[in-house]
Nanobody
Framework: VQLQACGGGLVQAGGSLRLSCAASGFAFGDYGMGWFRQASGKEREFVAT????????YYADSVNGRFTISRDNAKRMVYLQMRALIPEDTAVYYCNLRNRYGNYWGQGTLVTVSS
């Protein structure tokens, strides 16, 4: 399993970013996918998840209404569109696959939101 996240960067508060995650090494269309984040000095936390078909999504309360998770099964990609960013969104964002074989993480992409 390989999960390659990209798209992070420095953005001002109120701005937007779109993260992308390229997946390989498994039957992508069979599994739900998620995004997590870890701020400096804090534990990794759930951000959003999308079902295998993309028909259902779930969000942490802290990002609900501002972030949108989506996927393109043909391209084996997962996206996280982030809007109205706030400094508290600053973190390393990780793409995640959890299935019966294990819990897999990408290398993470850093998002920094300046006030």
């Amino acid at each position: 399993v390989q999960l390659q996240a990209c798209g992070g960067g420095l953005v001002q508060a109120g701005g937007s970013l779109r993260l992308s995650c390229a997946a390989s090494g498994f039957a992508f269309g069979d599994y739900g996918m998620g995004w997590f984040r870890q701020a400096s000095g804090k534990e990794r936390e759930f951000v959003a998840t999308v079902t295998w078909s993309g028909s259902s999504t779930y969000y942490a309360d802290s990002v609900n209404g501002r972030f949108t998770i989506s996927r393109d099964n043909a391209k084996r990609m997962v996206y996280l569109q982030m809007r109205a960013l706030i400094p508290e969104d600053t973190a390393v964002y990780y793409c995640n696959l959890r299935n019966r074989y294990g819990n897999y993480w990408g290398q993470g992409t850093l998002v920094t939101v300046s006030s």
